[in-house]
């Protein structure tokens, strides 16, 4: 039997930034670990509280996903070992499925001996997530610009200027994908359009180039936050004000409910944006808990170790204590 155990750390996400609707993803500085070795009987371990009420058993996402790494490599390793912490919140826009995705194809890659290619995972991430902005994040780190046409995925990774950090406001209550993508109109007219793809164009090219003062001028949207703005509460005023309170720009993480603001990481004012962004919330009632996050650099970070046949894991925990958790 294979006696690999492989761990993968995978980074958080945020789709979108603003007009890149599907389009735009960065990795953030937020981790879920995937643990996987191959077992006699399939077991799952979840930890941390973020995993509340995800299935333990051969209906979890990591195991039906690894089973296709398997089937794609044309090897079969029916039984896992499978263990999984996250401080990633689930369901807020921080990209919690496409970590887990990732994590999951990674680690099962890694556990054959990396027979498919991170294209090929790429390929597999998005079409399992619907689209590339969150799963090109977390596979390969920093900012990726990405087209999907429904078949094949294309991207181009920057690094993320050594400035720029974000401060995430989480509400205290989660929102699908599924339910924000239904607010969305079936079409929108040629003006929006215009306004997004000069929007999204110049945002990538600020960042790109280091132009970090253009970014406000660039994260805007009328393609998806303005229909979104009425399931958050406090959003829409959030948007409009966060530059006036220091903000190099601010958008809906992803789908939400997570709004993420800019900042260059010297910037004098970050306490007084992170109060705007709570006191905004809790005027509409909504708790909310901030975090600062730099953007993630790198992809997956994978460890592989021989496992002794038959013995436990170390735990996952363990392993990962004294890492940013
Ligand atoms: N480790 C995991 N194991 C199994 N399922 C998971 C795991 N992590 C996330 N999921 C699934 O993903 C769902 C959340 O996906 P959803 O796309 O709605 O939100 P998100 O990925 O957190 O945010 P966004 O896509 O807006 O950034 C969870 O409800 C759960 O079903
Ligand atoms: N681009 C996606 C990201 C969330 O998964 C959306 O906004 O619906």
Redesign the pocket.
Known sequence: MNNRRVIVKVPA???NLGPGFDTLGMALSLY?WVEMSVAERTVLR?YGDE?TG??EDKS???YKVAQLVFKEAGVQVPELDIA?Y?N?????????????IVGALVAANALIGSPLSDDKLFQMATALEGHPD?VGASLFGGIVVSAWDGERADYVRLAPHEKLEALVAIPAFQL???K?RHALPKQISMQDAVFNVSRSSLLVAALASGELGLIKHAMRDRLHQPYRAALIPGMAEILAKAADYGALGAAL????PTLIAFVESDSPRKQELEHFLLDTLKQEGIEAQTLWLKPCAEGPVVTIEQAEAGTESLGLLERIRGEAV
Not at 88 to 100: D, F, M, N, Y
Not at 253 to 256: F, I, M, P, R, V
């Open positions: 996400s945020t789709a879920a979840l995993m995800i299935p979890n996402l990591i999984m996250s990633i919140p689930l369901t807020r826009g921080l990209g919690s499925s496409a970590s887990a969150n699908s994908t599924e924000a993480s992803g789908a939400g």
